[in-house]
C-alpha cells in the first residue's frame, strides 16, 4: 500500500513524494484514514515508528479549507519539550510547503513578542509546550473557542514531566465538540484513564507491543569492573575509558551518549572533547537558541558524537545515527527503549550499547524484564586499545597529578612561618666560599637600639628659664583700643 491509498490530497502526495517517502509505515497506514473520517483515535506505537507523520498530514488536508482568524488558531498540538515542537513545526513546513497555511510555534526560551505578533495575524496549526501556552492566554492573546483537532503527544512524557494538570486546563478551555488524536509510546493504567477522560469513542491503534525495542536496533552489554578504589569518581572514570575504547572499536558516524544527570553531561563532554573527539553537548540546563543550535550542528554532522540527558530520548528524529550509547543504565525502565529508539529508524540498521557495574543490578533486571529478552554481551577486551598517544594524553588529563606548589598550598601553615627569612645565595665565588665556611644563620640577632639623643624634658625646661631674659608684667607701653571702650549701658562715675 502507497500514501495514494490513504486518501490524502494530491498536494500532500506531492510533498510526501519530494521528502522521498514511498510506502507508510504500519500506524500511518492504520491512523491517517481514520483521521480523514474525523474520529478521535489512542494511538500507542513505539518510537520510531512514524506518529509524528500520521497526524500531520491528515492535518493539512483538513485544514486546507478554511481560514484562521486572528488570536484563534484552528488546532492545536500539545507537546512535552522544546524540540520536539519544534519538530512537528518543520514536519508542517516540509508536508505542507504546497499549502498557504499558517502556523505558530509557541515555546519557551523565544521572544514572547514574535510569537504574539504571528498569532495576531492568524494561525492554521499552533504547535506548543503546554507551559507558553498558558502563559499567552493568562495574558490575554490568545483564544482557543475555534480548536478544530487537538493533538496530544508522547502523553507518558507529558505525566513523567509533570505537565498533565496544564493539559486538563487547556482541554477544558476549548470546545467540547473537536476532533481530539491523544499519542503515547506505552500505555499504563494512568494514561488509559486520561485517554478516557480526554477522547470520546476513540478509534484504538496499537503498532507492535508496548515498550519493545526496534527489531533493526541491535543491543549489547559492556560490563564494566567495579575498582578495588571506592572513592567517588573512580568508577565514573573507568566508564570513560570503556566507552572511549567502545568507540574505537565501532564504526560510528553519529552517535547519542545517554548520562543520567545533566552534571555528567558536562563531565563526560569535557573528557570526549579533551582526548580529541568531535563532542557535543545537551540538556536541559541550556538557553532555546543554544539547544537548536547544538541540534542543528549534530544534524549537519559538524558533531560525530551528542552527550545528553534524556531530553533528546524521545520523538527527536534525526535519520543517520549509527550508534547509541548508554553511559549510564536509566533508572526507568521504559527510558531505555526511548533511548535505543533513536537510532535504526526508518529501516536502517543501529547499534546500542549499554555501560553496566555491578551496582546497576536492580535496575539491568527491570530492562530485561520489560523488553522479555536477554541483551548479548560485548567483550570490550577484544577491542583494539587506545593507541600510545591517547593513552599518554589520557594520563595527563585524567591522572590527578599534585605540584609541589600545590601541596605546599594544602599544607597547614606553621604560627611563625610568615616570619623566616630567606637565606639569598652568593653571587660571586668569594661570597660563596665564605657562605661554605662560615653559613649565615636563619635569624639574625636584633641589634640593640641606639641611646636617644634626645634631652630630657626636666634639664630643657631649666635651661629655657635660665635664659628668658624675666617675666613680662603688663601689656607695654602701648594698649589695644578696644580696651578703652566703656562696655554699653555702663554709668560713668
Known sequence: MGFSDLGLGDKVLRAVEDAGYVTPTPIQEQA??????????????????????????????ILAAGRAKARMPRSVILEPTRE???????????????????????????SMSDQIRIIDRGVDVLIATPGRLLDLFERGHLLLSDVKILVIDEADRMMDMGFIPDVERIVKMVPKLRQT?????TMAPEIRRLADAFLMNPKEITVGRSATPAETVEQFLVKVATPSDRRPGVLQKEKRDALRRLIHAEDVKSALVFCNRKRDVGILHRSLTRHGFSAAQLHGDLAQAERMQTLKSFKEGSAVLLICSDVAARGLDIPNVS?????????????????????????????????????DRRYMAAITKLISAAIAPYDLSSSPPENAERAAEKTTSETPVVSEEREQKRSPRRRNDHRREKV??????????????????????????????????????????????GPVVGLGDHVPAFILIEPFGSKRK
Not at 504546497?98 to 523565544?110: R, V, Y
Not at 521504559?334 to 551496582?359: C, N, P, Q
Not at 653559613?439 to 628668658?468: C, G, L, M, N, W
Open 32 to 61: 491517517i484514514p481514520i483521521v480523514l473520517m474525523g474520529r478521535d483515535i489512542m494511538g500507542v506505537a513505539q518510537t520510531g515508528t512514524g506518529k509524528t507523520a500520521s497526524f500531520t498530514l491528515p492535518m493539512i488536508d
Open 84 to 110: 520536539l515542537a519544534a519538530q512537528v513545526a518543520d514536519n508542517f513546513t516540509t508536508y505542507g510547503k504546497h499549502h498557504a497555511l499558517n502556523k505558530a510555534l509557541l515555546i519557551g526560551g523565544e
Open 181 to 185: 488524536l491523544f499519542f503515547s509510546a
Open 323 to 359: 550508534h547509541v550509547f548508554n553511559f549510564d543504565v536509566p533508572s526507568h525502565a521504559e527510558d531505555y527503549v526511548h533511548r535505543i529508539g533513536r537510532t535504526g529508524r526508518a529501516g536502517r540498521k543501529g547499534r546500542a550499547f549499554m555501560l553496566v557495574a555491578d551496582e
Open 424 to 469: 639569598p645565595e652568593p653571587k660571586s665565588e668569594e661570597m660563596r666560599e665564605i657562605a661554605v665556611s662560615e653559613p649565615i644563620s636563619p635569624r639574625k640577632p636584633v641589634a640593640a637600639k641606639p641611646e636617644s639623643k634626645q634631652e630630657p624634658r626636666k634639664e630643657k625646661r631649666e635651661r629655657t628659664e635660665r635664659a628668658s631674659p
